[in-house]
């Protein structure tokens, strides 16, 4: 029977017991960081927005900050419901409120009667399933604030359609991302408020960073469906004995004693990975969505307390697992989803004691399609377009440290991890020479040039940006310019997707046929014209477009 608004005295005592017993005696001590951010929602809060995405790096404490904002919100005699999709997330919310003496009471399938309690920590599922019964669609409604946990997740949009609009909604996510046909996040929030990213707590030493080994594999015969790769065809893929030999191999080349947790496409290669490495002499140990929660809770204790090498899993562990020694990531698997994999090499991210950063063995070219974990993003409400499948066995979009084989940007000119450093080519060396160049030989070694090459050229013989910005070919590009330029987050964002989508699109914008040289030729020179100062560089621009 469910319980909603219970009105006897007994019931009355009940309540304004838990209400004592959840107010805090042990507030949680904040990162700095994490204040601000609660210091941001409430002052969005107070704006007259009423759903805001709180977006944190995996590691940063989103759960410490929303256990905050509920120990506040029921201090003030207020009632927070907390929704999650997983039990591992269920459970991670339930101890962290345990810890600061915040009670609570659980919504989950095997629930029969929930009383008025101050918190409850729901399943999606089940709140979902119930909200078809009379009666859910007020018990939703009795709650001053909402938190959903992993609201990137379109599991939760069902739960929209019960709220008020004086209801505030908190959605915690470290990837507030959606692609294709998705339903956008804008659509159900009404603002972000977005705390520091990977790369600053690796600085302020929340974080440890990456240190990337890659190995093409061929996805050719993958199909994608929906967006993402087909499990069966990962399957077939990462089935091979030989790959199964080369995580090995690798492994003991390059993380061979360090704690480790593998990520894979199936159970079946989870399985056998795990056989492979107990064939090769490791401590090696499987869990998937059948391992029961006994078998699985002495795992995880097991496997913490060192008692397995390796410890290998398929879609289980990506989320409300936390095990700060984990040194070494394995991604057995490729995905198309940035959330996956920023969740996937996030489990190695914790410090720990003598770990300055850790290894991840990407056999999926999700590094390639992806970028490195610990790279800035510029993150929307919106729809985004998804990254290309990479499916070719080639080379690496990224260049290796001859030294250490780690994954290094294409144009790195050193290691952070060993040292390295790239020798300048004679091309790179221009410094006082470049005043000296006529313009046609500045223009000739600006088509071979790196990026820090050509703003020497351009600021030597005092073009405008708009010299560099046509050159530049890759979002990636812009994102590097806008580094080296210390100009403001966002700016690579505005201008790479208004360089690039016009000469992606040229043909839209120019017209077809017979019209395409003249008309090219036209908006070249205008453009130019009104951008850059150097006289020649629109006419090399239209010959390079008719020429394409």
């Given at each position: ?5 219970p009105?006897?005295?007994k019931?009355?005592?009940n309540?304004?017991k ?7 005696t042990?507030?949680i ?7 601000e ?11 007259g ?8 790096p ?5 759960t ?14 207020g ?5 999650t999709d ?8 339930g101890?962290?409120?345990a810890?600061?003496?915040?009670g ?35 018990f ?6 909402i ?19 004086r ?31 990977i ?23 993958v199909?994608?469906t ?12 990462y089935?091979n004995?030989?790959l199964?030999d080369g995580?090995?191999?690798?492994w003991?080349v390059f993380?061979e ?13 989870s ?6 490495f107990?064939g090769?002499?490791?401590r ?15 795992m995880?204790r ?5 008692m397995?090498?390796v410890?290998?899993n398929?879609g ?16 057995y698997r490729a995905?198309?989803s ?26 999926g ?19 985004v377009?998804?990254?290309k499948?990479?499916?070719?066995v080639g080379?690496?979009?990224m ?12 144009r ?7 040292g ?10 221009i ?6 160049m ?9 088509g ?7 703003e ?17 070919k890759?979002?990636e ?10 100009y403001?987050?966002?700016?690579a964002?505005?201008n790479g ?11 839209e ?15 070249a020179?205008k453009?130019?014209?009104?951008n ?9 621009h ?7």
């Open positions: 029977m469910f319980s909603c608004y009105t006897t005295n019931a009355q005592m309540i304004n838990q209400v004592s017993s959840v107010v805090g042990k507030p001590l904040l990162r700095p960081y994490q204040q951010m609660i210091d941001s929602l409430r002052a969005r809060f107070a704006q927005k009423k759903r805001l995405v709180m977006v944190l995996t590691g940063g404490g989103k410490a900050i929303f256990t905050d904002i509920t120990r506040r919100v029921v201090e003030r005699s009632r927070v419901m907390i929704v997983r039990k591992e997330l269920h459970q991670q919310g101890n962290s409120l810890r600061i003496g915040v609570y009471r659980e919504l989950t399938a095997n629930t029969r009667r929930i009383e008025r309690a101050p918190v409850i920590i729901a399943m999606v599922e089940t709140l979902k399933r119930r909200l078809k019964r009379s009666g859910y669609a007020m939703v409604r009795s709650f001053d604030m938190i959903i946990d992993e609201a990137h997740k379109q599991t939760f949009t069902r739960l929209f359609e019960s709220l008020e609009e209801q505030l909604v908190i959605g915690a996510t470290a990837t507030p991302y959606r692609t294709g046909r998705m339903r956008p996040l804008n659509e159900d929030y009404d603002g972000m408020v977005c705390g520091p990213e790369i600053d707590l690796i600085e302020q030493g929340y974080l440890c960073p990456e240190k990337a080994y890659g190995v093409a594999v061929d996805l050719s015969a199909r994608i929906a967006g993402e790769f087909n499990d069966k065809d990962l399957g077939k893929v089935a004995r030989k199964f995580v090995v191999e690798n003991k993380a004693g360090r704690k480790t947790l593998a990520f894979c496409a199936t159970v079946d290669n399985r056998q990975l795990a056989e492979e107990a090769a002499g490791y090696a140990a499987h869990l998937d969505a059948d391992t029961s929660d006994r078998d699985r809770r002495r995880l097991d496997f913490e307390a060192g397995y090498d410890l290998c398929c289980i562990l990506t989320t409300g697992y936390d095990c700060s020694s984990i040194e070494c990531v394995i991604l995905t198309m940035l959330p996956l994999y920023l969740q996937m090499c996030g489990r190695g991210s914790r410090p720990y004691t003598g770990k300055d950063h850790f290894i991840l063995l990407d056999f070219q999700n590094v390639q399609r992806h970028g490195f974990w610990r790279n800035q993003r510029q993150w929307t409400l919106d729809i377009k998804p990254p499948a990479r499916k070719s080379e690496m979009g260049a290796t440290c001859p030294e250490c084989k780690a994954l290094l940007a294409a790195a000119r050193k290691c952070v991890f060993c390295w450093e790239r020798e300048q080519e004679e091309s790179e060396k410094v006082i020479t470049l005043k000296e006529s313009p046609s030989e500045a223009l000739r070694f600006a071979t040039a790196n990026i820090e090459g050509l020497m050229l351009r600021e030597a013989r005092g073009w405008k940006v708009g010299f560099v910005m046509h050159r530049l890759t979002m590009d812009f994102k590097e310019y806008e580094k080296l330029k210390k403001k987050r966002g700016w964002m505005k997707n208004r360089y690039l989508g016009i000469e992606a699109g040229w043909q914008w120019y017209g077809p046929g017979s019209e395409r040289q003249n008309a090219s030729y036209e908006g020179q453009r130019y014209s009104e850059d100062e150097n006289p020649y560089a629109w006419q090399m239209t010959a390079r477009e008719v020429a394409g």
